[in-house]
């Protein structure tokens, strides 16, 4: 059974460029939600995706946006990139049934040079 | 405001040791506790889940508790090994009013020498 699918695994963007980060839930899960780790420091909760509409944000900016398709497949969007938007994108997916325990994928590298 | 605190920051044992990590939330009003464990880089490997309603969770060598009242929880490692080594996150879901979002900790960094 997949897990929590994430791509690309690593980029590169310049400043000012846009990014778009790709998620696929585990089979079942109908919930995501999307966290940006920096180094040496917990996952910050930036937004969640249920039924194809943002349920929940957290405190980041406009440049975040995101989108989950009938699939409940998601992207993470962010525009303008700056130089600390650097970090670890981690994605988790979930559902009311599995007691929303939250199963996060691998993870995209994200370096703004 | 819910706040999650890991303690300690760094711990480094020697290879059979039993140990303890340790989380307190300020808030109690919680729906779930999750420990996670992380490597060098990687993404996040679910441990254990302990709802509300339960008082301790086990797998294999990993038993973790939670005492709502008193806002805390302990992972308890036994017979530590060196593939044990890595960072050791703790997550919070609720009070309600902060929906489903997961509430980290910064983590326990955790190194086992054999």
């Known amino acids: 059974d997949a897990g929590v699918t994430q791509s690309p695994t690593h980029l590169i963007k310049t400043r000012g460029q846009q990014v778009t980060l790709r998620c696929s839930p585990k089979s079942g899960h109908d919930t995501v939600s999307w966290y940006q780790q920096a180094l040496g420091q917990g996952p910050q909760f930036i937004f969640q995706?249920?039924?194809?509409?943002?349920?929940q944000r957290g405190n980041f900016p406009d440049r975040f946006s995101g989108h989950q398709f009938p699939n409940y497949s998601s992207e993470l969007n962010v525009n303008a990139l700056l130089l600390g938007d650097s970090a670890l994108y981690l994605c988790?997916?979930?559902?009311?049934?599995?007691?929303?325990?939250?199963?996060f994928g691998s993870g995209t590298r994200l370096t703004v040079v | 405001k819910q706040e999650v605190t890991q303690i300690p920051a760094a711990l480094s044992v020697p290879e059979g040791e039993n140990l303890v990590l340790n989380c307190s939330f300020t808030d109690s009003a919680i729906y779930n506790l999750q420990w996670f464990r992380q490597d060098p880089g990687k993404g996040l490997t679910s441990l254990l889940l302990?709802?509300?309603?339960?008082r301790e969770q086990t797998s294999g060598r990993l038993n973790a508790s939670l005492d709502k009242s008193s806002g805390r929880s302990t992972l308890y490692i036994a017979a530590s090994q060196p593939g044990d080594s890595a960072t050791y996150l703790c997550?919070?879901?609720?009070?309600?009013?902060?929906?489903?979002?997961?509430?980290f900790g910064a983590g326990t960094i955790l190194r086992v020498k054999s």
């Open positions: 988790a997916s979930s559902t009311w049934s599995s007691g929303y325990g939250y199963t």
């Open positions: 995706y249920y039924e194809e509409e943002e349920r």
């Open positions: 302990i709802q509300s309603s339960q």
């Open positions: 997550a919070v879901k609720g009070p309600d009013e902060y929906g489903n979002k997961l509430v």
